[in-house]
């Protein structure tokens, strides 16, 4: 046989063929990531964003720093605001009309905690303001392996006021 023919046979180009794969797999992963994780959360953002100037533009108010959206019975947009060197907190609906306002003493986030931790000793740490059954309170959310808490205490005093535990 002489050296100098060549064969049919096709080399082998595996490194080639699993760089193809690997960079399909990645591509896929970010678009998933991309289209399912980023996109929503970046369009939830902007119309947080939105509803927070549509409100300050409407009342005219001054933004104190906190804005939040509580999703409880109803949904209320929380707001810190200043009107006239007063700080207060505001409760929006979902129309962004004014529902109720608060510019009483606050208990703060540490008493909150403190006091969630006396009774169930637990260490929580996202505590916000929310407007529930007709009255502005703290509320927390905390997650552990098997269960799923939520707590509400007064907005002047920390003191406990109801919670579920699912």
């Given at each position: ?21 690997i ?29 927070r ?50 510019n ?5 986030n ?57």
């Open positions: 046989m002489d050296p100098t023919i060549e064969t049919n046979k096709k080399p082998h180009h595996f490194k080639g063929n699993l760089l193809i794969v960079l399909v797999v990645i591509f896929v992963f970010l678009s998933f990531y991309v289209f399912e994780v980023h996109i929503p959360y970046s369009s939830h953002q902007d119309d947080l964003n939105n509803a100037e549509a409100i300050l533009k409407k009342y005219k108010y001054q933004y104190g720093g906190s804005f939040y959206q509580y999703n409880g019975a109803s949904t209320y947009y929380i707001m810190s605001i200043k009107n006239k060197n007063t700080k207060y907190y505001g409760a929006f609906d979902e129309k962004y009309n004014l529902v109720d306002t608060y009483g003493k606050l208990a703060g540490t008493a909150v905690a403190n006091a969630i931790y006396k009774k169930y000793k637990l260490h929580v740490h996202d505590i916000h303001i929310c407007y529930e059954d007709g009255a502005f309170m703290y509320y927390v959310k905390y997650q552990s392996n098997n269960n799923l808490y939520y707590f509400f205490y007064s907005i002047d005093h920390a003191a406990f006021i109801k919670s579920y535990n699912l």
